[in-house]
């Protein structure tokens, strides 16, 4: 552990900034190991700071400094002071000119932070403080100024590109060439973008509402040239879906985004120049499966409504990321949703949340979607501040309506455009949009933990009064030890014994969305002729926990009758939660293990069930996963998890073999791909029973596996039976299989991820010597993220059976891994050491183990601010 502790920035300290930037004109000299910076900077003093001349303070790291010059005057090294963190300059004027001259080395920066090297492409990363590692300058969000960028370098880079608008270009005399662009809109340093190399690009254009003409264009590497459809025609589609929903047109006359292989994480929406991980903008039908071109979609989708709700109203601080980024997770979902099924968008965020948010919420980093501290900002860009951002802000959604919602976010556009701002400045646009008091829902903002409703009810069949009873409580969380009442709104409806909604008002209407305010609330409902069934927190109208004792029977009715579809899957995710504890308990027992008739007749009736949309019927098949289970558990029992999730799967695949093979064949039908929800349904159910087929191990399953996967004519069907292969196919198949797939796509930087995730991932194949091999495969890069997340992050995070296994050797893994990268990338370095760091939540042996490998990272040596934090805040008892 290293002696000194890094410094906690606290939201409480917050200070407007001393000084204001409004130009910021940038020259760049590219060279691979000394890049020159010169920055010419036209400072003033904020008249919001208060009185005097303090100093000013420039954020500043890893750069080679060579030259101050205030207002035209050299400064001398004794007229400032170079700090570890940046330059102290003593100033005696309001207004200035700063110029700074300083170097830096792309080739070496290994962290993807600031200005790097990306297969011969430079490219930056600056959110959150990665303009600080480019030159000296206030690296803070409410610092906006006008950016201009000059570009110069040698002919193998041809590209050259920056924020705004291009205005000028031309030839150096020693051969080299410069572009100079202009961004009009001031922004922060960490929407600053530069992109140079040898780049082909598609174009096209799209004409706004208003008729204003804008140039789209996606750059690559010639090889992937053929890759960018659908992104573009994603783009298309976000920009004409946030006019219409939103009214928010575009500002610029160009928009561009490039695709890079090293990134640390999906895109940044830099204004007018979005970089994306390639992972995230290439795709062809051969090559991409159906869930890459959705997320292509989702992620192109995000980064362009960024342009709104994030560069044009920006944070006020890196507390508030959630202003931006739940409110962009929220319209992203929206999209996705109004572009292809609504139901399953929601059944796969929900799932993400509850698996992984909520194990987030009850884990040692546990904090409010706003965070109160941090020592290393880059540790926040979390589940909670994305993915609970966004319920948040579809709670709001929920409670004001869509046109409330609107009008609500059209005041606060129009009040905060240009300005750096806080998530209570939205909250009240919405307030004041909407005359309503959001006091108590604020609460949302600065309370950690999930929240739980425990649901009783009473019917009085005299009376026939019908009673909701709901209590709230919520965890503790570190530091946060009494939580006050949530505001929720609580979406529901009373099912008959038909199977048809009750009319709960005077209107007729068969869901009312409760709002609960009391740690105590009782609900009542008159006039029923008989004891109504429930269904509660329909479409997860609250990021929260329902407990509710359902009844086998009952949750059976709901999976058959309930109105609202996701409740009808969550229904069917009670049940067979309960199925899988059975047998967890039979397995910690020692009893012989038997899955539930009831859910075997219940699975064997969805899987027939051609009524049902079969995206919905693919989600129900496939049992809840080894994380949600253990999520779900109180002490993790991983063997026992692992035992009963795979006897339920044996027992499922053997019982209904007949019922699988007859709709694997009725949806095996060939046909052009095509991404649309329709298919994308339709061939996730069919892997879905190909799967199932499988893990029977019968030669027949295997043959199928074995032709569909020489004759897919789409990665994801191809994919599916790799994967088939992998997990349940006889060694010298599986190995055969494997080959074959990389020789055909080695040179396919995305399928090689996915050939390579599938192995890791493989409770088979992903054996821990097997992924060290992996990692010595050509294939494998220590300093890609994406690789490093397919294999090392497969392994850890999708592998529970092997990442799990008694004797740790899973978790020292990780420790070594940990520790290796966090000197070449620690924000990597610092999510891979996630799984580790949940150890309280294991029972037995494995907790001493877990705690043993994070011990062991804790005492390597100097750690960075990064994986410290993370680790240090895991260890605290
Ligand atoms: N805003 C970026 C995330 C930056 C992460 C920096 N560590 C991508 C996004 O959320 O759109
Ligand atoms: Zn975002």
Known sequence: MQDTQPNTTYLKDYRVPDYLVDNTDLHFELEAKVTQVRTRLKIRRNPKAGDGLPPLFLDGVDLQLFSVTLDGIALS????????????????????????????NPEENTSLEGLYLSNKMYCTQCEAEGFRKITFYPDRPDVMSKFTTTIVASKDHPVLLSNGNEIGRGHCEDGRQFVTWEDPFPKPAYLFAL?????????????????????????TEAKNIGKCDHAMRSLKNAMRWDEEVYGREYDLDIFMVVAVDHFNMGAMENKGLNIFNSACVLASPETATDSAFQRIESIVGHEYFHNWSGNRVTCRDWFQLSLKEGFTVFRDAEFSADLN???????????????????????????????????????????????????????????LGADGFRKGSDLYFERHDGCAVTCEDFVRAMEDANQVDLTQFRRWYS???????????????????????????????????DKLPFHIPFAMGLLDSTGSGIALDKAGSTQLVLEITESEQVFEFNGLRERPLPSLLRGFSAPVKVRYDYSLEQLLFLMSHDSDTFNRWDASQRFAFKAMNQLQSAYQEGLSLELSPELIVAYRNILLNKELDPALVAEIMLLPSEHSIAEE???????????????????????????????????????PYSPNAKDIAERRLKNICLEYLCVTESADALDLAQCQFDSAGNMTDSAAALSALINYGNDQYAEQAIHQFYDRWKEDTQVTELWL?????????????????????????????NKVRAVIGGFANRNFQQFHKNDGSGFEFVADQVIALDKLNPQVASRVVIPITRWKKYSGELAGKMKAALLRVSNSGELSKDVYEVVSKSLVN
């Open 77 to 104: 090294s004794t007229d400032y002071q170079e700090l570890p963190q940046g330059l102290s300059i003593p100033v005696e004027k309001p207004e200035f000119v700063l110029e700074i001259h300083n170097s830096i």
């Open 195 to 219: 992109v140079a190399g040898n780049l082909e690009h598609v174009e096209d254009v799209f004409t706004t509402a208003r008729g204003r003409k804008v140039k789209l264009q996606i750059f």
């Open 341 to 399: 099924s609504r139901a399953v968008k929601r059944i796969e965020d929900v799932t993400l949340l509850r698996t992984n948010q909520f194990a987030e919420d009850a884990g040692p980093m546990a904090h409010p979607i706003r965070p109160d501290s941090y020592m290393e900002i880059s540790n926040f860009y979390t589940l909670t501040v994305y993915e609970k951002g966004a319920e948040v802000v579809r709670m709001i959604h929920t409670l």
């Open 447 to 481: 309370q950690a933990g999930t929240p739980v409703l425990d649901v009783t009810d009473q019917f009085d069949e005299s009376t026939g009064v019908y009673r909701l009873i709901v209590r709230q409580s919520c965890p503790v969380t570190p530091e946060q030890k």
């Open 633 to 671: 558990s109180v002490s993790i029992d991983a063997e026992a998890i692992v035992a009963a999730r795979t006897f339920a799967r044996k027992s499922l695949s053997c019982a209904l073999i007949d019922e699988l093979k007859e709709r694997y064949a009725e949806l095996d039908i060939e046909r």
């Open 757 to 785: 995730a599938q192995q890791a991932c493989s409770a088979k194949r992903g054996t821990l010597n097997n992924i060290k091999a992996l990692m010595q495969h050509p294939a494998f890069e220590l300093k890609n993220p």
